[in-house]
């Protein structure tokens, strides 16, 4: 097998994919998040907060408060794909569940609150009136 061939077959092979939690084990507050590449999310999280430009602005404070050592990565549930599916609805389904059973809001996590349906739709009304 050539060069070639090896790398067209890393890029189809199918990376480990679900949702993750990063956890704070000084105040157990987490981040819920999902992604196709679980192996990927956890170098692109922690590169993001070492450099300090993590979405996640509370979470960033606290891993400048607490330190690097302070944080676990951990994998949650892994998502096996199938044929036929559409993978990113199958990852925000999965990731909407564990958000809806962990509520990682406030002082509980670092995630924000996502809009309702009807939220969204106010607000695409509302801008429609602008």
């Known amino acids: 097998m050539d060069k070639k061939d090896l790398k067209r077959q890393y890029k189809k092979a199918l990376r480990p994919m679900g949702v993750y939690q990063i956890r704070n084990l000084v105040n157990e507050k987490v981040f819920i998040g ?18 300090g430009i993590h979405l996640s602005k509370s979470l960033q404070t606290d891993w400048d408060e607490f330190s690097t050592g302070n944080f676990v990565f951990e994998i949650l ?15 925000t389904f999965l990731e909407d569940l564990w958000l809806e059973k962990s509520e990682p809001y406030g ?24």
């Open 77 to 91: 549930e892994e998502f096996s794909p199938r044929e036929n599916l559409d993978l990113q609805s199958e990852l």
């Open 34 to 51: 999902s992604a196709f590449n679980l192996d990927g999310v956890f170098s692109k999280n922690k590169f993001q907060l070492d450099a």
């Open 107 to 130: 002082d509980k996590g670092y995630n924000e609150r996502k809009k309702t349906r009807e939220e969204r739709l106010q607000m695409i009304a509302a801008n429609k009136l602008k």
